[in-house]
């Protein structure tokens, strides 16, 4: 039996670091190691500016940091001195070969295990907190029982549920921890280690023990059910817009029905961040390797819904500023996927920004958080591209604003003042309904929000 003291995380990103950070705020009697090939992640790691903006994150990293939480390149020693090891390695979509654009690109998860195989010297507790096709532990156990030491491992695996921009709040009281594992008898007592350190701090009903394909395919299940929320209600914007209902009407009066509920039923110009749509294809490919088309069918359409809803974003744009865009700046209200984040990976920004490149606009684009991160997505586009953290001043003789992500403090911002440094007619097109559009109006705008009537001048 192993008995944990030592813990390692392989991989220091949006999931890693903010995880072992509150488990090591939660757990002073367990020493946390989370090590990254990254170098410069990690460094960002140990000074005051930490990689990703996250509230809540830096006093949690502060508090626990140099007592037991550290930081480091030191991969391989990391898995030596541990006896749990969570892996919390990026599995993107796999971009060539078979399942191109759906499976998930495993390489660097079994690089891992076969490193955690090769360098091991003790028997440990191998835990999935990446995101993983269902059926995956099996290929992990057979990598890491292959070695000839006399060591064991016992794979587990615990997905993790955090929402970024709220991920500190959601690792503290989270609705539900989920753990599998080989019902085996090691296994339930490697998940017993598991389910002690939660214990710490998560009510004991809300840790739920379960097989591990089970835990591993909830995952891809949770953020396929959410996902599919959103493209619900945003295939009913549409409908809005054509028959002059009001979405967020109509989201009120189903989300108050409680066998609905209120939650991701808010329309918009669609989902973005790195895990929605890999984790559904990754859905829509294990479905369609079984055999299951209509499964895979089903789930496909919501991301079908998502792209629609970006593209009828763009088109409604073109439609209203008269055809044409060219030669026209247009202000991106903000380009991180959603508020409280710095991420924009698959943020619907990205897409709309080239769209009106395309349309040889130029942009300026303009984010509290996400400027160097909307660099580096845009890096390879032609055309006239400016980045402004002031959005009074980015929103000088520009044509038309298109709001991308909720930030609140976009709700208080003087929209007389902006109009006023405008070209007229000007145009705001919301695409996460967030402001007051009759006060906006009045200011002067041309206003489009999602789902809801226009108001023009
Ligand atoms: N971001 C989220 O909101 C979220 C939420 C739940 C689950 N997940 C899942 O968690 C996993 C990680 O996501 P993320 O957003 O933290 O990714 P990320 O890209 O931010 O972090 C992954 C880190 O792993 C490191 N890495 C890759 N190979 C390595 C290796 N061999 N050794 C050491 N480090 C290595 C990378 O350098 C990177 O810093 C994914 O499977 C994702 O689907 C993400």
């Not at 192993?2 to 509150?22: H, Q």
């Not at 079994?110 to 907190?129: C, G, L, N, Y």
């Not at 108050?256 to 984790?279: A, E, M």
Request: with cysteine; proline share 3%.
């Amino acid at each position: 039996m192993i008995k944990v003291k030592n813990i390692l995380c392989i991989g220091a990103g949006y999931v890693g670091g903010p995880t072992m950070a509150v488990m090591a705020l939660k757990c002073p009697q367990y020493n946390f190691h989370i090590v990254d090939i990254n170098q410069s992640r990690i460094d960002a790691w140990n000074s005051d500016n930490l990689p990703i903006f996250e509230p809540g994150l830096e006093e949690v990293v502060k508090e626990a940091r140099g007592r037991n939480l550290k930081f480091s390149t030191d991969v391989e020693q990391g898995v030596k001195d541990a006896e749990m090891i969570f892996v919390s390695v990026n599995t993107p979509t796999k971009t060539f070969g078979l399942g191109a654009g759906e499976a998930a690109d495993l390489q660097y998860w079994e690089k891992t295990a076969r490193m955690i195989a090769e360098v091991s010297e003790s028997s440990k507790i191998v835990v999935e907190k990446s995101t993983l096709p269902v059926r995956t532990a099996e290929a992990m156990s057979r990598i890491l029982k292959s070695n000839s030491k006399d060591i064991s491992f016992e794979v587990l695996s615990n997905p993790e549920f955090l929402a970024e921009g709220t991920a500190i709040q959601d690792l503290l009281n989270p609705d539900r921890v989920l753990i599998g594992s080989e019902q085996t008898k090691s296994g339930l007592q490697a998940c017993q280690e598991l389910v002690n350190i939660y214990k710490e701090w998560v009510a004991a009903e809300k840790v739920l023990t379960a097989n591990i394909w089970s835990a591993e395919l909830s995952k891809l299940v949770a953020n396929a059910f959410l996902a599919q929320r959103v493209s619900s209600i945003n295939s009913i914007s549409a409908l809005c817009e054509a028959t002059e209902a009001n979405v967020e009407e109509v989201s009120l009066a189903i989300g108050t029905d409680t066998r609905i509920g209120s939650k991701f039923l808010k329309s918009s110009v669609g989902f973005g961040g790195s895990c929605f749509k890999k984790d559904i294809l990754n859905l829509v490919y294990i479905a369609q390797s079984y055999g299951l088309q209509e499964v895979a069918d089903y789930w496909r359409q919501v991301i079908i819904m998502n792209d629609y809803q970006q593209e009828r974003f763009v088109l409604k744009m073109i439609k209203n500023m008269f055809n044409t865009l060219a030669g026209k700046k247009i202000l991106i209200l903000g380009f991180a996927f959603k508020a409280n984040t710095g991420d924009t990976r698959e943020s619907p920004a990205i897409y709309v920004t080239k769209k009106l490149l395309e349309e040889h606009a130029s942009v300026i684009i303009c984010d509290p958080k996400a400027i160097e991160s909307a660099k580096i997505e845009l890096k390879d586009c032609k055309g006239t591209i400016e980045y402004e953290i002031d959005p009074y001043k980015a929103a000088e003789e520009c044509h038309a604003i298109a709001l991308m992500t909720e930030w609140s403090s976009f709700k208080l911002l003087d929209y007389a003042k902006i109009y006023k440094s405008m070209v007229k007619p000007a145009f705001l097109f919301d695409g996460r309904n967030i402001l007051d559009h009759q006060e906006i109006h009045k200011v002067g705008f041309n206003v489009y929000p999602i789902g809801k009537e226009a108001l023009t001048n």
